[in-house]
């Protein structure tokens, strides 16, 4: 089935301000028609009929801040099992990170990246390195990163300390009209932080990682933007004063973006001091606790590992203000940070486990349980921060139309995710198409997900029965 009529889905296309009852028709993996009724279209003869009524439809969803480990680290996850995830998450396009290894610093790395990414069931971009070897030291050849294909640079695990080389790397970048992003994280100021720092860290005697940490780089990242005119965006914001600051520099015209990530949204720093803490503390005022019987939800202890993520779960008035910045506009990216670690490196003291945690399954659920159900975001506007707004920064296009992803257009790739916004249900790590299972997420009611992904016609991943899945070429 690789040609369908959808029927009378309600179709959210922020791109275009689209939201109602449409039919979508693809045909040999492009939009073939976009309108109220195309059963008497021309083209729709033959074509099997699909009827969604009941279901939203929106453009492919993007992810532009993904890791899956390849080359180098291919125990934890690779593209085509990243992918997988993706899929099963509702993404049709991902962009990975170059904290690989070796990093993605040239362009035979970025040329390897991109092959593999051939085998990939969703679309897989790639960035550069800001730096060789993300060390910080020395700018990579980011002209030659460009001409190999990369959509943006980023040193991200890491952050470029030295303000002077930010600044070339904004005005080398600026040249080829490449997207700049940037883990923000002073080093001198959070050392071998591994909590956030806060009532939680002294309780649990753990080194803390404080916000200022994070502040101190959106505040230079700001200021460097507005001085070379050049864009920046911070990825995974999590405190209360980088919201701020943001907020600010943005209704000045600075040229900064901030994205937020699910587990900064829905978690806080108790969550590290075990469930017993999170639950009566936290869960109150989550939307999805309200989903689980006291009895039904789930349980770890403090220490666990599965909490323990790079910026790190934050004060409850930090989640708070992150909302707070996703409901205003400052920050109008989600991500999932996707960050595989296989059980061996998590399962040890909570200081020498890895950061990073699984995401990308159950990224679309989270948000539309967190945001959505619980009143904090339109339908129309998550959609657009998981479609219009990521391709608006970073330009992503389908290799075979030339067009732009995170859009439904007649000429355009059939990328689609069919979400059913009410269906209610349980994540299980123990089923991920990920190599690792890393998530503090397994057990968590959600409400909302996909329930059919369609990336370049293909039915890539459907637990809908009138969709199924295709079966791999
Ligand atoms: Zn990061």
């Avoid at 916000?211 to 959106?218: K, L, P």
Wanted: hydrophobic residues 40%.
């Amino acid at each position: 089935m690789s040609d369908v009529l959808l029927r009378a889905g309600r179709v959210i296309d922020p791109s275009q301000g689209l939201d109602g009852v449409r039919d979508v028709l693809w045909r040999d993996g492009r939009i073939a028609a976009l309108d109220t009724d195309l059963s008497t279209h021309p083209q729709a003869r033959g074509v099997p009929v699909v009827e969604a009524r009941g279901l939203v439809v929106t453009p492919g969803l993007l992810d532009i801040h993904v890791h899956f480990r390849e080359p180098g680290q291919t125990a934890k996850e690779n593209i085509v099992s990243g992918a997988e995830c993706a899929a099963r998450g509702g993404f049709t396009s991902v962009v990975c990170m170059p904290n690989t290894k070796p990093a993605i610093d040239d362009p035979a790395a970025v040329g390897l990246v991109r092959e593999r990414a051939r085998a990939a069931c969703v679309r897989v971009f790639v960035t550069g390195a800001i730096t060789k070897d993300i060390a910080g030291e020395e700018l990579a050849p980011i002209g030659a990163l460009h001409r190999a294909g990369v959509v943006a640079i980023t040193d991200d695990g890491r952050c470029v300390q030295n303000a002077d080389l930010m600044r070339r790397a904004l005005e080398y970048s600026r040249m080829y009209g490449l997207t700049v992003m940037d883990h923000c994280q002073e080093y001198a100021l959070v050392q071998e932080g591994v909590m956030h720092e806060g009532y939680w860290s002294t309780v649990l005697g753990l080194r803390g990682w404080p916000a200022v940490g994070e502040d101190a780089i959106v505040a230079r990242n700001i200021l460097l933007a507005r001085m070379t005119g050049t864009p920046i965006h911070c990825q995974h914001i999590s405190s209360r004063q980088s919201v701020e600051l943001l907020r600010q520099a943005r209704a000045e015209g600075v040229p900064i973006t901030g994205e937020a990530c699910p587990h900064h949204f829905t978690l806080t720093d108790a969550a590290v001091a075990g469930s017993d803490k999170f639950w009566p503390e936290d869960g109150a005022s989550l939307f999805a606790a309200r989903l689980m019987p006291e009895a039904e939800r789930p349980r770890w202890p403090a220490y666990d590992t599965h909490f323990k993520m790079n910026p790190p779960l934050r004060s409850a008035a930090d989640r708070a203000a992150v909302v707070e910045g996703i409901r205003d506009g400052t920050l109008d990216i989600l991500s999932s940070d996707h960050a595989p670690h296989c059980n061996y490196e998590k399962d040890v003291e909570f200081d020498f486990a890895p950061f990073g945690i699984l995401g990308l399954e159950t990224e679309l659920g989270i948000s539309l349980t967190e945001l959505y159900h619980a009143g904090h975001l339109p339908l129309p506007r998550l959609v657009e921060l998981f479609t219009a707004r990521p391709a608006a920064l970073v330009s992503l296009k389908a290799e075979e139309t030339g067009t732009s992803l995170g859009r439904i257009e007649v000429g355009g790739p059939a990328d689609l995710t069919l979400i059913d916004v009410d269906r209610e249900w349980t994540y299980d790590v123990k089923r991920t198409a990920s190599k690792s299972a890393n998530s503090p997420f397994h057990g968590w009611r959600l409400k909302g997900k996909a329930v059919a992904t369609v990336c370049r016609g293909r039915v890539v991943w459907s637990e809908w029965d009138k969709l199924p899945t295709e079966a791999k070429p």
